[in-house]
């Protein structure tokens, strides 16, 4: 028999029909209530129907975010027992990111928060917050930006306190770790809250968990801190300079450690790559019509109708090379290359405006079937590029295969998609390519071990970007 506090009760109403008014049991299975409302109804099938609120922000009922919505009031109760069960329960559901969504449309995200700052919870009901508020992050739907000074100090503090529960700190740990990469302004914050020396003393302890967690924060900390100071072109200079063309050859410990800054240095894009572009973003929607005004001098856009600069900026799309000329970002869901497809393009257009304006204009000049898709045929080469520069595969122990180029560059990526874009297109004309020889087309810069003179694809690309900075 349930509680008299589980049954509310509720009118449904359908078009076409008299409105029902039953007794809810909250407990009970939301496919089970919506079957025993289309049997009041007499329809059939009733797994094609959902129920809506009809008022306010009238949005679907689902099992999410009916569980979303008791967690969040359990977590709010004056019980202890109850905050704790409905801490236990959050920490486990969070994975799923359909009830991610739903928790954090209620802040619940911030309810932690708050709960961190105030760190006036046992140690179990802390270790149920962490963990469910890692989880929930981790789906990357809220930025990790937004976070007080207060909870990061907090946290920080979970991690230097000497005596305490081991859960928390390793949970901390994971948290700070994802701060460190996730922006510069909290990579600063975390490293003048947690000491090297702190994190050292966590890597000496028996619990291998405690390890791992501290020695990925440290390993954080130290290629962050690796990559600002490389990107000091004095520095980067430096090396190139006194080092790789010092009269002395390279020995190999030394070949090892360039070698890892070079592999930890151009890791760093692995998140452009792997995120994919987001419809709804301004910034990211505003990049690509930058690609195409600069390609395209036409009237001014704010006179135009809605439906006139709609068909103008699908028409400019389609020259651009872009498959969805109505929608161009979903050219860009695909990870990888992701976002850094969209950041290779922007760049060659920015640095190299003639160049870019050149090939667009040349390619809207040719008869359709020998057009060189500029769009289409950066997203392949910046995938081909992150396969030759290995992104995302992190260093190897034994590892010294450096590339000299790479430090002579400030923005090797970037700089060799310029240079093997305008080859791809020269190649192209050569060829008088169709659509059907795109792939044949690519195929110096292809990503296998050698090409057909036996020239590994990184060292043939590393020619040619000597080659065109020489000129």
Aim: charge should be negative.
């Amino acid at each position: 028999m349930p509680q008299q506090k589980d049954i509310v009760k509720i009118a449904i109403q359908m078009p076409g029909a008299y409105p029902q008014l039953i007794q809810l049991d909250q407990k009970k299975p939301l496919s089970a209530v919506i079957k025993e409302v289309c049997d009041g109804w007499n329809l059939p099938g009733p797994e094609n129907y959902a129920l809506q609120y009809a008022d306010g922000v009238q949005t679907y009922i689902t099992e999410s975010g009916r569980c979303a919505e008791d967690l969040f009031k359990g977590i709010q109760s004056l019980d202890p027992g109850v905050r704790c069960d409905s801490l236990k329960e959050l920490a486990s559901v969070s994975t799923d990111v359909t009830f991610a969504q739903e928790f954090i449309s209620r802040d619940g995200h911030l309810l932690l928060v708050k709960i961190v700052e105030d760190s006036n919870e046992s140690n179990v009901i802390m270790t149920h917050t962490l963990t469910g508020f890692m989880e929930l992050m981790d789906h990357g739907i809220v930025s990790w930006e937004n976070l007080s000074s207060v909870f990061i100090k907090k946290i920080a503090s979970f991690v230097n306190a000497k005596p305490t529960d081991a859960s928390i700190q390793q949970v901390s740990l994971d948290i700070l770790e994802s701060m460190v990469l996730s922006s510069h302004s909290l990579f600063l914050q975390v490293k003048q809250e947690v000491t090297m020396e702190r994190l050292i003393a966590h890597l000496q302890v028996t619990n291998q968990q405690i390890q791992t967690k501290a020695m990925a924060l440290l390993m954080a900390l130290l290629q962050t801190e690796m990559f600002a100071f490389l990107n000091k072109k004095n520095l980067r200079q430096y090396i190139y300079k006194n080092i790789i063309h010092s009269s002395g050859s390279v020995q190999d410990e030394m070949a090892h450690y360039l070698y890892v800054l070079q592999s930890v240095t151009l890791n760093h894009l692995e998140p452009r790559m792997r995120t994919p572009l987001d419809c709804y973003s301004q910034e990211q929607r505003d990049i690509l019509h930058n690609l195409r005004q600069a390609a395209f001098e036409t009237e001014s856009e704010n006179s135009l109708s809605h439906e006139r600069r709609r068909s103008l900026c699908a028409k400019e799309f389609k020259k651009l090379g872009f498959s969805n000329n109505s929608n161009p970002g979903q050219d860009l869901v695909r990870t990888p290359p992701g976002l850094l497809a969209l950041d290779t393009m922007f760049y060659f257009a920015s640095r190299y405006p003639d160049a870019y304006s050149r090939f667009v204009l040349e390619n809207s000049s040719r008869e359709d079937k020998h057009e060189c898709p500029f769009a289409r045929s950066s997203i392949q080469l910046t995938l081909i590029l992150c396969e030759i520069l290995r992104i995302g595969e992190p260093p190897s122990e034994t590892g010294s295969d450096y590339h000299p180029i790479f430090f002579s560059q400030d923005r090797l990526m970037e700089e060799l998609f310029c240079v093997c874009i305008q080859l791809l297109n020269k190649t192209w004309k050569e060829m008088r390519a169709t659509q059907e020889d795109f792939d044949k087309v690519q195929w110096p810069i292809s990503a296998t071990p050698t090409n057909s003179c036996g020239v590994t694809g990184l060292a043939w690309l590393s020619g040619m970007l000597t080659i065109t900075v020489c000129v």
